[in-house]
């Protein structure tokens, strides 16, 4: 079952906390908004959080002086912590088209006040099909949607295809990850040196979006950006 999106109907109450102060628009009030959690500052390239001090100037992590990522940049909107996980969550197990729909309106909002607009070729990390059978739906690709029509920004679902299905990510310490995930992806047309940035819900420990970006630029493209809802 896929759902489609311009006849979403919004709730009218706040999603978190109930209250019916809210615009029929809106799915946060005002407070529940204010205090939603916070990103701390993390490694300039791929947002892995510090520790100690952390300077105002540019700092990269251990990992990332040691092997740089295939991706340019990671933008994401918000930690991974409540009440943002319990959004994906939701958006994901339970298909809450509200929830959905809040995490990229969220995400447009962040992006906008942080300058990082105009927004290139937006594309959705897929899922494997058999996942896609079951859930009926990419949670990615619904995020990607919603930005793009907001972002008024050019979206390809299906540019990246999943080959092989491989053991959940989650389930995997970081260094296996990234061996599971290593020829899973391919692209579906050569890129002619576009600018390309990719629409995930969550970024855990960077191998997917690593390996997205690998292929992404193997295939032609000129810069690959990172933009998740949530950083682990
Ligand atoms: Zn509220
Ligand atoms: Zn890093």
Known sequence: MIFKGPHLRLPERCLLCGSTCCDTRQALCTPCLADLPQLKAGCSHCLAPLTGHIPSQKILCGRCIKSPPAFDQVISSYPYARPISDFILRGKFNQDL??????????????????????SLLTPVPLHPSRYRERGFNQSAEIARTLAKLLNAPLEKHLIKRNIHSVPQMSLPAKAR???????????????GEHITVIDDVMTSGATANEIARVLKKAGASRVDIWTFARA
């Open 98 to 119: 509200a929830s959905l729909k809040l995490i990229g309106e969220l995400m447009a909002t962040s992006l906008s006040a942080n300058n990082h607009l105009p927004p």
């Open 178 to 192: 990234q061996k599971n995930i290593r020829g899973i992806f391919s692209v579906n047309r050569h890129i002619n």
